[in-house]
């Protein structure tokens, strides 16, 4: 995933190479689209030319950096909501905000289409992650009795001994602890441990400053680990 | 190097939980499936097209909004000008009453009221009074005695 998020050169975000890398086959043309586009828009162009293109009003242009990009607005979606409407919602977000941010992004070297877009889809899904929170969305948060003891359980044999593969937990229940997370320390630990990002990668992500993300992955990790020794 | 007592008991806990923690964020992850099929979801760029226009349209009632007042207070620029141009016309040919007042009272000014006294007695009287002798009926006691 580093990779995805990561700058990339231009030249090798060419359409194919970037269809096949997304892996995603026949479903890659977005619904709604006609075949006409691919006149218009030659599928060599670039991520940068294609924004040059959307910025004049070229629809399809917009709909080729949706249909390249989508994936990894899903992927980064997931790593924080567990529901499919959700992340919907949040790639929807995305690409909007990116429609509507086209004039700011400038392209080029190190600022690359994907890193842009990734900048944005983070801060959506923080954005949408407090507005979660805020609205009192915390039933998710909730461990039916069942599900606390069958945790207890699962900790007590990792405490004895016991190998990770052999905790595994299910990924329900695993949403439903980490969203007693606070936004911030999840958002945090998600990009730090799944992505493997830098706490420097964090910061130009987010926009926070790097002792600020220092600061929360250390605050998010003893979170966790509070939360985790209240059910052993 | 784990050691007795608590704080080996407190370290290894905290590695427990370190590992557990690290667990539970791999689990929390979704499927490739999952992800691609959320991406792929039928109507997903239409409904952002949609919103975008939507919003584009927002956009554009909203300058239009904008643009209107703007025009309207362009109409009423003459004549507000022309107002104020009244305003100050009729400001600066009204005297003002702060004006009036020097001018009216340089000339309808009254002798202070302590020298009314002064004033009247003729100025025959005056000189007699000043020589100590009486000008007027004898045993009138107007002057200086």
């Given at each position: 995933?580093k990779?995805?998020?990561?700058?990339r050169?231009?030249?090798?975000?060419?359409?194919?190479?970037?269809?096949?890398?997304?892996?995603?086959?026949?479903?890659?043309?977005?619904?709604?689209?006609?075949?006409?586009?691919?006149?218009?828009?030659?599928?060599?162009?670039?991520d940068?030319?294609?924004?040059?293109?959307?910025?004049?009003?070229?629809?399809?242009?917009?709909?080729?950096?949706?249909?390249?990009h989508?994936?990894?607005?899903?992927?980064?979606?997931?790593?924080?909501?567990?529901?499919?409407?959700q992340?919907?919602?949040?790639?929807?977000?995305?690409?909007?905000?990116?429609?509507?941010?086209?004039?700011?992004?400038?392209g080029?070297?190190?600022k690359?289409?994907?890193?842009?877009l990734a900048?944005?889809?983070?801060?959506?899904?923080?954005?949408?992650?407090?507005?979660?929170?805020r609205?009192?969305?915390s039933?998710i948060?909730?461990?039916?009795?069942?599900?606390?003891?069958?945790?207890?359980?699962?900790?007590?044999?990792?405490s004895?001994?016991?190998?990770v593969?052999?905790?595994?937990?299910s990924?329900?229940?695993?949403?439903?602890?980490?969203?007693?997370?606070?936004?911030?320390?999840?958002?945090?630990?998600?990009?730090?441990?799944?992505?493997?990002?830098?706490?420097?990668?964090?910061?130009?992500?987010?926009?926070?400053?790097?002792?600020?993300?220092?600061?929360r992955?250390?605050?998010?990790?003893?979170?966790?680990r509070?939360?985790?020794?209240?059910l052993? | 190097?784990?050691?007795?007592?608590?704080?080996?008991?407190?370290?290894l806990?905290?590695?427990?939980?370190?590992?557990?923690?690290?667990?539970?964020?791999r689990?929390?992850e979704?499927?490739?499936?999952?992800?691609s099929?959320a991406?792929?979801?039928?109507?997903?760029?239409?409904?952002?097209r949609?919103?975008?226009?939507?919003?584009?349209?927002?956009?554009?009632?909203?300058?239009?909004?904008?643009?209107?007042?703007?025009?309207?207070?362009?109409?009423?620029?003459p004549?507000?000008?022309a107002?104020?141009?009244?305003?100050?016309?009729?400001?600066?040919?009204?005297?003002?009453?702060?004006?009036?007042?020097p001018?009216?009272?340089?000339?309808?000014?009254?002798?202070?009221?302590?020298?009314?006294?002064?004033?009247?007695?003729?100025?025959?009287?005056?000189?007699?009074?000043?020589?100590?002798?009486?000008?007027?009926?004898?045993?009138?006691?107007?002057?200086?005695?």
């Amino acid at each position: 995933m580093k990779e995805r998020i990561a700058e990339r050169p231009q030249a090798s975000i060419a359409a194919p190479a970037a269809k096949a890398s997304l892996g995603m086959g026949e479903v890659e043309t977005p619904a709604g689209t006609n075949d006409d586009m691919s006149a218009e828009t030659t599928p060599e162009m670039t991520d940068d030319e294609l924004v040059a293109a959307a910025r004049t009003g070229d629809e399809s242009a917009f709909s080729r950096l949706f249909e390249r990009h989508r994936r990894l607005v899903s992927r980064l979606g997931y790593r924080f909501f567990p529901r499919r409407d959700q992340v919907e919602e949040i790639i929807q977000e995305s690409f909007i905000k990116a429609y509507f941010a086209l004039d700011d992004y400038q392209g080029g070297g190190e600022k690359s289409f994907v890193s842009w877009l990734a900048r944005i889809a983070v801060r959506t899904c923080y954005d949408e992650l407090r507005r979660t929170r805020r609205r009192g969305e915390s039933s998710i948060g909730d461990l039916s009795e069942d599900e606390a003891a069958y945790l207890h359980e699962r900790l007590r044999d990792l405490s004895a001994g016991g190998n990770v593969e052999g905790a595994a937990i299910s990924r329900d229940l695993a949403n439903k602890l980490l969203a007693r997370l606070r936004p911030d320390d999840r958002m945090v630990l998600a990009l730090l441990k799944l992505e493997e990002l830098s706490i420097a990668e964090i910061s130009n992500l987010t926009g926070w400053t790097t002792a600020k993300v220092k600061m929360r992955s250390h605050r998010a990790q003893r979170g966790l680990r509070q939360l985790l020794r209240k059910l052993l | 190097m784990l050691t007795n007592g608590k704080s080996g008991k407190d370290e290894l806990n905290d590695e427990t939980l370190n590992r557990f923690s690290g667990e539970l964020l791999r689990a929390s992850e979704a499927g490739e499936a999952e992800i691609s099929t959320a991406a792929a979801s039928p109507f997903l760029y239409r409904r952002i097209r949609v919103r975008i226009e939507a919003e584009e349209r927002r956009i554009a009632q909203q300058r239009g909004a904008w643009l209107s007042l703007l025009t309207g207070v362009k109409h009423a620029i003459p004549a507000l000008l022309a107002f104020a141009v009244v305003a100050v016309a009729s400001l600066m040919l009204t005297p003002s009453h702060s004006q009036q007042w020097p001018a009216a009272s340089v000339g309808n000014e009254e002798p202070p009221t302590l020298l009314l006294d002064v004033f009247s007695f003729s100025q025959d009287e005056l000189i007699a009074s000043a020589a100590g002798v009486e000008a007027g009926q004898p045993g009138n006691g107007g002057g200086t005695k």
